[in-house]
């Protein structure tokens, strides 16, 4: 992640650029900041699985299709604007009652829990940044 989108990142979301390039010191840190951006938001609408979308516009709640896209194509089930983002980003899709989002080949990639991995189970509170956007995942009640 280059220093200009880490800066972004931390003026937005009010968390120090350390927090973008290692694992926080432990779970509790982790904790502390997912608190921080969830109790500033409102409640979520069902009880479906969902996403939490923070952008430097706006904070919205999605509720998760399958599949569920994300990307800055027009066709993506969450349309992002981002200069970092992909046409086709990444994509979540439901198997056997398990959430799992996949990165499609997208140039910068996706951190989930600030690490870039390809591919990963989705769990409760799990935090993605796809560019510049931070997305927090919320299972099904």
């Known amino acids: 992640m280059d220093n200009e989108l ?20 432990d779970v509790e840190d982790r904790i502390q900041s997912l608190l921080k951006i969830l109790l500033t938001h ?40 981002d200069k970092y983002i992909s046409q086709r980003h990444c994509e979540i899709r439901k198997s056997d009652n398990i959430w799992i989002i996949e990165d499609l080949g997208s140039t910068n990639g996706i951190y989930i829990n600030q690490t870039k991995l390809a591919r990963k189970v989705l769990r409760d509170g799990d935090m993605i940044q796809i560019g510049g956007i931070l997305v927090i995942y919320l299972g099904e009640k």
């Open 42 to 81: 409102p409640p979520r609408e069902d009880d479906n699985a969902c996403l939490l979308v923070k952008s430097k516009s706006e904070t919205r709640w999605q509720t998760l299709d399958n599949p569920y896209t994300i990307g800055c194509h027009p066709d993506s089930s969450l349309q992002l604007l």
């Open 6 to 25: 880490k800066q972004k990142i931390s003026e937005e979301y009010g968390l120090p650029t350390s927090f973008m390039t290692q694992p926080p010191r």
